[in-house]
C-alpha cells in the first residue's frame, strides 16, 4: 500500500520531459500557440521556444513534425473559440 505522505514527499523526475509524444491526439494541433508558417508547424510559446531552441515544431532528435496532433507539451493552452 502506497502512503500519501510518501508520494508528497517523492522529489520530482528531473528526466520528466516537458515535451513528448502523445498518441492518444491530445496535442499541439489543438493548442492556442499552434500556427502555420511556410507549411511548417510552429509554436508561439516563449518557454517553448528556449526549450527546444525553436519556434518551430520538431521531435527530440531536431526533425520537423509533421502531425502536430501527436505531440503536446506542458505549456499546452487550448484554443480559444
Not at 502523445?22 to 509554436?43: A, L, N
Not at 521556444?49 to 505531440?71: C, F, H, R
Amino acid at each position: 500500500m502506497i502512503k500519501l505522505t510518501d508520494l508528497l514527499n517523492e522529489s520530482p523526475q528531473s528526466d520528466y520531459p516537458p515535451y513528448m509524444y502523445s498518441p492518444v491526439g491530445f496535442g499541439c494541433h489543438v493548442c492556442k500557440y499552434h500556427y502555420i508558417e511556410e507549411g511548417k508547424h510552429m509554436c508561439s510559446n516563449k518557454q517553448y521556444q528556449k526549450y527546444k531552441g525553436t519556434a518551430e515544431l520538431v521531435d527530440n532528435n531536431g526533425n520537423q513534425i509533421k502531425d502536430p496532433s501527436k505531440w503536446c507539451s506542458n505549456w499546452f493552452m487550448p484554443k480559444e473559440k
